[in-house]
């Protein structure tokens, strides 16, 4: 890379001022777009337009970050691996497993066929030349979704469907960069169609598979290292950092695939690493990863308006338009054509509606990897600048275009309605929280130095807001609600406080992680089942372990350290989802005396939870026989939870009594997670009947009337 003259370097406090005013900006454009219902991705793009256009980057120096070269090396090196590892880790692996055919035809056959039907018809229509159009088609193939994902989770789409997205696009990227790289190629060298095509089939497959290598192995190795580190949040931060840039940085040296090393090292420690991880760490993990995201996102968008030449893209012309049409007809032939092949989403779902067939085609944005794999061909051959221009104009379309559009698209297809569940929900808790407010005045009757006729008047305003909300209630009871669904907002409801049941348990230490997460995710599925009308899952389906997933730990622990791993947590599986069967049961007892629900919904669920309740039995049992040697007859480690839980209670309640200091506290606390990380790492007992009644006694209870 050419250095700048030492007279017009911009200095390093001014490129510091620089990025510090940039974040300050993007803080401020995230404000904006919360209030006004914009896109966050739109704003940046426009702020960097703006800032160009006034000549801001040349004053700043950020002008010598939006050079070709430097500007794919930040994107590429610096920011893309943040933004990858932290979807890769944050990605639930147990649910990825039933939505990868459906992955993997989107993101490696829909990506090939996008090139493909870019390059034709760019090929077509304009004076490109054929072998450059095809390299267009692969550099517009990578789409960037981050608007349709905060879209969907805003919207309550199906999780498998946000999941799809996501994992869509973590391999699409990986996808098109190796296809850019395999077309460059054999444009430079000049080898005719035939050869490059079957060259170019190998070398793509050795590429992906030494980056999933190379990912997988540092991911294992990782999360064995972390989890040989007790409670040193710093460490096992670190640790992902290395294990983010390190498994990209080496995979791209040995030629392979860092952006698949790196989303293959993320999963891998996610899915394996995670259960070894401290709470504490866990916690400091998701708050660093989720910032560095935030910031690599804002820095990449206001990048793409900050290196747009408005002039250079005008005068492109009708190739420009050609160019999106293409990419327009591509992205419908991919969601319109291959998203029925795949059939399901999953094998618990339903085909994907028309409605979100409708958002995934319009929401096809283009982003940092296509501006990166743009930039980085400028300089290389004689038609680099017009694939720039042409990329960027792409880019800007998709965000200015189809991102400020896609509100409107979600309320021509009236998906912006809330959830039937939602509505019930909402009405019933403001109910609950105002009779809440009128027992609180009441009692303050009492008092008095209260005027009897202030308080007179909020008990009659609070009688006035209950009454409205109980003829809004009882309206959308009569006119939506039949017996069939009313059973399944129920039902609904039931699966939340399963979920945040099994949260305690873990947060607790009564349940590891990974059981925790297996657990929620096989509830999760049913939840998703009933809100969005597909078959319910069985429940014996659900507690079987994937092969695959099976195979992953028996290498990263070893055949006998695994037969032990796999005994302690398909018990603690059986044994949480038994204690949240047996959980609902008591709190349907207690609301069948209380006749605050239909008495046709109360059995019902008795029934379900009491076949669920003997299924978890069954399997406990079953363990029992396969796995003797890591079930005993003493709670060794299960007792341990629980002492150290009740020092933990003893210790916070001292801190609300002023008797004990917060610093004092916090390093009693630290050493208490200690503790719990070495109890964790012991051989694995079965609990005793006596020590789980003893430990009912500790959880907190849950009173009906605050969920139902």
Known sequence: ??????????????????????????????????????????????????????????????????????????????????????????????RLRYNWRAIFTLAVPGTVLSTLLIGAIVGLLTPLPWEVALLLGSVLSATDPISVIALFKKLGAPKDLTL????????????????????????LTGIGMPDAVLSGLLSFIIIMAGGITIGGLLGIAFAWIAGQVDDEPFVEITLTLVLAYGSYLLADFLGMSGILATVTAGLVLGSIGRPRLSTSACRYLENYWSY???????????????????????????????????????????IYGLTPLTGRISRHSHPISYSYRHLLFWGGLRGAITLALALSLEHTFALGETIVALATGA????????????????????LDRPELSHQLMRLEGWISAYWAAKAEVENLKTTPELSTASLDDMLCGLDAAMTRLSAELKTLRVEKIDLETEWRLFLIRCFNIEITYLHQLSESGYLTESAFLRLRASILQQLDALRHDYPLPEHKRLMIRSKPSALLMRCFLGRYEYRS?????????????????????????????????????IPRAQQLYLSWLNISKARLEELQTTHPESIRSLGTQQL??????????????????????????E??????????????????????????????????????????
């Open 395 to 414: 880019v800007l379309f998709t965000v200015l275009v189809q991102g400020l559009t896609m509100g409107r698209l979600v309320q021509r297809l009236k």
């Open 1 to 94: 890379m050419q250095r700048m003259p030492m007279e017009h370097a911009p200095s390093t406090s001014t490129l510091t001022a620089a990025l510090v005013g940039l974040m300050l900006l993007a803080t401020a454009l995230l404000l904006i777009a919360n209030r006004i219902k914009w896109p966050f991705t739109v704003l940046l793009v426009i702020a960097g337009l703006l800032l160009h256009a006034a000549g801001m980057d040349t004053l700043t120096g950020l002008d010598s970050f939006t050079r070709p070269e430097v500007a794919t090396e930040i994107i590429l090196v610096i920011l893309l691996p943040t933004l990858i590892f932290e979807s890769a880790f944050n990605l639930d692996a147990s």
């Open 164 to 187: 799809l997205i996501e994992g869509e696009s973590l391999f699409n990227d990986a996808t098109a960069i190796i296809l850019s790289k395999l077309l460059l190629a054999a444009l």
């Open 640 to 665: 341990k939870y629980l002492i150290i839980n009740i020092q933990r209670q003893a210790i916070k309640r001292q801190v609300r009594a002023g008797t004990l200091t917060e610093g004092i506290a």
């Open 565 to 601: 791993w796999y005994g302690k947590e398909e018990y603690l599986e059986a044994w949480g989802r038994a204690q949240s069967c047996g959980h609902l049961l008591a709190i349907l007892k207690d609301m069948q005396q209380d006749h605050t629900t239909s008495n046709a919904l």
């Open 292 to 334: 560095s995201a935030f910031a690599a996102n804002s820095l990449i968008f206001l990048l793409v308006g900050l290196r747009a030449d408005l002039g250079m893209i005008l005068d492109t012309g009708p190739i420009l338009l050609a160019v999106l049409l293409a990419m327009l007809l591509s992205r419908a032939a991919v």
């Open 667 to 708: 390093i009693m606390l630290r050493e208490l997670s200690g503790e719990l990380m070495h109890a964790r790492k012991e051989k694995f007992s079965l609990l005793p009947g006596r020590i789980a009644e003893l430990l009912s006694r500790t959880r907190p209870q849950h009173r009906s009337s605050r969920y139902f």
